[in-house]
């Protein structure tokens, strides 16, 4: 016999358990409720239950600082208002929003107060009018506060809740497995009124890890989510969330009491009246990456973390060898799951999703390329105390004006065909603001900040972007408008729906093909891509197109005969051959 589902109050009280065993579950299970709908709030009767109907072929998000853009006379939260609804309207219908709170380092993620809008960027009308207009992400950083902000200084004066809201451990602590992304020592000795105190840091020595072993820290973050739910905020991403539960004498990532962590607040998230979408950020290997997913009740999405260096490495080296390896060994996203597609973000070039899928040899010549291309590349510390590659950090649009064999005059359609694999793929498409506007690598901010990431966050002056964008032969007005034509053909195919069917084509090495039906079966694309700067011939019936059916190149307008010649693709040239064009 089929068992009878738990109920909302069985699953939390279920969930607190597993992470706090020592604890009265209900009794926390009460609080819990309390923190996250207070008073003049409720909760859907009903979870909502996982499908696809949370996400369309029509979602495509921008990632953004918000003071991406800048005049020196208006708010950058207005400029960028301005830009969405002027620009992209119909092209987007998402903004991510990187850290917008007061912070003291790493570009926001350094949180000072998550109650508040970065007043040099605007206030919460601001966002909201954002968020009316677009869907809007904002950043749970989870894992971290800054060193300088109420918190810690409560912490170090000794005062409550805060004096049990950070991680201590102990030099004398094995913590030789723990994995970081960094090379700055990971405990910091600090002055607190009960003596000095050794605190833990994954990141950096201005960002404090938090203590989730002390359950009023969870309430203070559900009190926080519900806070940015009423503020227009409908995707959490839930950054460094992989960190948030440690034991010394393991790896420190990816616990169980994490997994259930990220399994509460998606409980929670079910059950509010707002649709709110679970974003994990992990960049990690992939097997790691997708738990995240859980049985269809952790994130609703999960970064691709291993598309980045993957596609750069295919255009890079001519051949979709590596890529279409990958592709075919990735699963479709459960039903209520979703991957969120992106070839560049603020952070770097990931290389750590490359593990186990390039050749060390491989990735040494992207390094290396890249760096002849005005790159840079940031370490972390392994477990043997030696450092290993863990991000390039250099504008994808850079990235791309050159191979193997050196710069060439091949960008442009270069990375056009680089943002059209992201568009093809299964999942929901994001791009970076830097990618939409071909921004250069901006090495005055590296020198002026010391920080490599910097290459790739550019401000860009509002006026001269405008004047950028008004002249049709620079960089800038060329990408976005191709992107942007792409993008809004792209929202009109069923097949893209971002759990559609999608097959892997096997083809010559120097094209990455994919195959997306709708699940109604009625549209079929076959997506191809020349990674190379070659002409490559596909011969037509390898594609097993059905007969009797028109074929367009929705990219071109070109008829397509199913038994016909071969598909010519020029170098870099994409093709989205549809039975089903729109009228």
């Known amino acids: ?87 992209l309207k119909g092209v987007v219908n998402g903004v991510h929003i990187l850290p917008f709170f007061p912070y003291t380092s790493d570009d926001g993620f350094a949180v000072t107060d998550y109650r508040a809008v970065n007043p040099q960027l605007g206030d919460w009308a601001d966002i909201n009018r954002i968020g009316e207009a677009f869907l809007l992400m904002s950043d749970l950083v989870l894992n971290h506060v800054s060193s300088q902000g109420p918190w810690f200084n409560a912490y170090r004066q000794g005062i409550a809740p805060y004096d049990k809201f950070f991680f201590e451990a102990s030099p004398e602590d094995d913590l030789s497995m723990v994995v970081r992304p960094r090379t700055t020592p990971l405990l910091q000795e600090v002055d607190t009124v009960a003596g000095p105190k050794h605190v833990w840091c994954t990141f950096s020595h201005d960002q404090i890890d938090v203590n989730f072993k002390n359950p009023e820290v969870l309430l203070e973050f559900l009190r926080i989510i519900r806070l940015h739910i009423d503020m227009g905020v409908r995707i959490l991403r839930l950054d460094a969330v992989a960190f948030i539960w440690k034991e010394p004498g393991t790896p420190s990532i990816h616990l169980p009491q994490t997994h259930a962590i990220v399994r509460l607040i998606r409980l929670l998230c079910d059950f509010t009246t707002e649709p709110v979408v679970l974003l994990t950020e992990t960049n990690v290997p992939k097997a790691e990456n997708l738990s995240y997913f859980g049985n269809r009740n952790e994130a609703h999405a999960v970064y691709n973390f291993p598309l980045p260096p993957l596609i750069l490495h295919a255009l890079q080296s001519g051949t979709a060898r590596y890529l279409n390896k990958w592709q075919q060994g990735m699963p479709p996203a459960q039903l209520g799951c979703a991957y969120l597609n992106f070839s560049a973000s603020h952070d770097g070039i990931g290389m750590r999703p490359a593990e186990g899928v390039l050749p060390e040899a491989e990735k040494d010549k992207m390094i290396e390329t890249v760096k002849s291309l005005g790159g840079l590349v940031s370490m972390r510390m392994l477990a043997d105390g030696t450092e290993s590659p863990y991000e390039i950090n250099c504008t994808f649009y850079e990235a791309l004006r050159g191979t193997f064999r050196g710069e060439d005059d091949w960008q442009f359609d270069r990375f056009i065909c680089s943002q059209t694999i992201v568009m093809s793929l299964e999942g929901i498409p994001a791009f970076y603001i830097h990618s939409l506007l071909a921004t250069p690598n901006d090495h005055d901010q590296v020198a002026r900040r010391g920080m490599n990431r910097a290459i790739n966050r550019h401000r860009w002056d509002y006026p001269t972007l405008l004047a950028q964008l008004d002249d049709p032969d620079s960089p800038q007005a060329r990408v976005l408008g191709a992107l942007s034509a792409r993008l809004k053909l792209r929202a009109r195919q069923v097949a893209f729906h971002p759990n559609d069917t999608q097959f892997t084509l096997n083809l010559d090495e120097r094209i990455f093909g994919v195959w997306r039906q709708s699940l109604d079966r009625d549209q079929s694309i076959f997506a191809l891509h020349n990674v190379s700067d070659e002409v490559v011939s596909v011969v037509a019936s390898s594609l097993n197109m059905i007969e009797d059916e028109d074929w367009v190149d929705l990219l071109s307008g070109e008829r397509i005969e199913s038994t016909g010649e071969d598909i010519v693709l020029q170098p870099d040239q994409c093709r989205w051959i549809t039975n089903r064009a729109p009228r």
Do not use: C
Not at 38 to 60: C, I, M
């Open 1 to 87: 016999m089929t068992q009878p589902s738990l109920s909302f109050s069985q699953k939390l009280a279920d969930l607190l358990g597993r992470v706090y065993p020592d604890l009265d579950p209900h009794i926390l299970a009460s609080h819990v409720v309390d923190a996250f709908w207070p008073e003049g709030t409720h909760r859907r009767k009903r979870s909502r239950v996982p499908g696809n109907r949370l996400w369309s072929e029509q979602d495509a998000l921008l990632i953004t600082y918000g003071n991406s853009l800048i005049d020196g006379k208006h708010k950058p939260l207005d400029l960028l208002h301005d830009f969405l609804v002027t620009r």
